[in-house]
């Protein structure tokens, strides 16, 4: 039988995990279809977490994790491109079947179909400050660029986001 590691390395991730697991859970649970996969990539997050925990920057732990779990669902995305077309099949079904919505829900309906018509950046960009409650500084840190660049990347998706929410008839799907 292999012996964990111990020490103050141990303990540190073992922090780090203790406080962070559930922001990164979340971050992949809202970008999953299957959320079967969250927990695989929350364990793949953790475990370059551990490996790399010596370039972790104190002080911004959780915009780094967010960093590397954007990484790690760029892979897993680009790995599932065989498991798409059926997908994509059950999507369509599910989005013409009729169902009587409440305003509400036709509303959010909207906002969620104006929201896949986004490109993939603007929505990471726009789905880290509102879901993941980044602020602009920790949004630079998690896409390594300077705050100035995060706050005109901001900026603009919000600008395109408004355009598309306004041109965009409700009820029309993408």
Do not use: K
Request: aromatic share 6%; hydrophobic share 40%; glycine share 4%.
């Amino acid at each position: 039988m292999i012996e964990p590691p111990a020490g103050p390395r141990l303990a540190r991730f073992e922090d780090l995990f203790t406080c962070h697991h559930d922001d990164v859970l979340r971050y992949f649970v809202r970008r999953l279809d299957i959320r079967a996969d969250a927990a695989d990539l929350v364990a793949e997050t953790f475990l370059i977490a551990w490996r790399r925990l010596d370039e972790v920057p104190a002080g911004q732990i959780l915009p780094w994790l967010y960093g590397v779990a954007r990484r790690v669902l760029s892979n897993h995305r680009r790995g599932e491109t065989r498991r798409h077309g059926l997908a994509d099949r059950l999507r369509d079904d599910l989005r013409t079947t009729p169902v009587a919505a409440e305003p509400a829900a036709v509303e959010t309906q909207h906002a969620a179909d104006v929201f896949r018509q986004l490109s993939d950046p603007d929505r990471e960009l726009l789905a880290l400050v509102a879901w993941e409650g980044l602020d602009t500084t920790q949004l630079a840190a998690t896409l390594g660029c300077s705050r100035n660049a995060a706050m005109v990347r901001l900026h603009r998706a919000r600008r395109r986001l408004d355009h598309l929410l306004t041109q965009t008839p409700r009820g029309a799907h993408s």
